[in-house]
């Protein structure tokens, strides 16, 4: 009978670092979330418990630490790649590295005084993530948010679904549309091959002006999409972000749909024009799909180390 080790990697889940900047009298705080994934020469560890070759997770935590210090904390993809190219690049036995990042913002405390310089209240609707993927044949970015709360209070309809015999959905021309946006977008332009230049690549232009940038679209396709359909919310954002970004090969979603009930007044007398809701948490429907140009290059593993988007 043959049995063999299939699919592995390994590496240390959720370190949380905070890294203070201050080099200035107002100082700049980082707050990281940091999983990092290994992958390589890892057979004898498995099927002997040879460890020569198991970088421990150990390291792999003191090194995000170390190198925070070593380095300062950039935006979180310039820290991802530095943490990827370090684990591939010093460790024989090491191929390939996925290293994943959640961010938390924070934001200078506003006083009469203007903000304050080392007082932070935590900010930002939503979470940043990143997933930065390194192996011999190249790197590979997404980036992206998860729990952007959106609302529309008008332009939403849903009608024309088939009614079957368990249908009991009323056709709507006006309705609530709330979400919570997690998207994700993997990078084109150098980041999949060897070598490529990367002049375009965000790296040069600016991470975080790429995300506040992809953010807005999204927000504003969101709102100024008359909505026939969750889905087509969706895929209008989708299309906004990749018609102003050749950088971006494609972009996913995962949205919820937060339904809106409108409230039976008629009870107590009242009519109800949409103004009175119970704002229901589950069930929700769930939306999600990719976006993607024609010509997009090949994902290769970037999507591999992504949660949720397997
Ligand atoms: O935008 C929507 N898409 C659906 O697929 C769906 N299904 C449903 O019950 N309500 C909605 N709304």
């Known amino acids: 009978m043959g ?6 990697e ?3 889940a959720e370190v949380r670092l905070v890294h203070v900047d201050r080099s200035a009298s107002v100082h700049r705080i980082k707050d990281l979330n940091v999983s990092t994934r290994l992958r390589g020469d ?12 198991c970088l421990t997770t150990d390291t792999q935590k003191n090194t995000v630490y170390a190198l925070a210090r070593e380095h300062g904390v950039g935006a979180a993809e310039e820290f991802g790649l530095l943490l990827a190219r370090h ?4 460790h024989a036995s090491v191929h390939g590295a996925a290293v994943e990042l ?3 913002a924070w934001q200078r405390i506003p006083t009469s005084e203007g903000p304050h310089g080392h007082a932070f209240v935590r900010s930002g609707a939503e979470t940043r993530t990143v997933v930065v993927t390194a192996d011999r044949g190249g790197e590979w970015v997404v980036s992206g948010f998860e729990g952007l709360t959106v609302l529309k209070s008008a332009d939403s309809e849903f009608r024309g679904f088939p009614r079957t015999r368990f249908t009991t959905l009323a056709e709507t021309g006006d309705r609530i549309l ?23 690549a965000p790296e040069a232009v600016g991470w975080d002006a790429a995300y506040e940038r992809v953010k807005g679209l999204v927000l504003e396709a969101f709102a100024t999409t008359p909505s026939l359909a969750l889905q087509q919310s969706l895929y209008a954002m989708g299309e906004a972000v990749l018609r102003e970004r050749p950088d971006i090969a494609e972009i996913r979603f995962s949205m919820p749909n937060n339904h809106h009930f409108a409230v039976d007044l008629a009870p107590f007398g009242m009519d109800n024009p949409n103004v009175v809701f119970h704002a229901a948490d589950r069930p929700y429907g769930r939306i ?6 024609d010509d997009a290059p090949d994902a290769g593993p970037a999507w591999d180390s992504v949660p949720g988007f397997v």
């Open 288 to 293: 999600e799909a990719a976006v993607e140009r």
């Open 3 to 8: 049995i063999r080790l299939g699919r592995n």
């Open 87 to 90: 684990f591939t690049g010093e």
């Open 178 to 200: 709330a979400t919570d946006v997690t998207a994700r977008w993997r990078y084109a332009a150098g980041w999949n091959a060897p070598g490529s230049a990367p002049e375009e």
């Open 42 to 53: 890892m057979e004898a560890v498995h099927t002997r418990g040879d460890n020569t070759n």
């Open 102 to 104: 959640q961010e938390f």
């Open 10 to 12: 390994y590496g240390k």
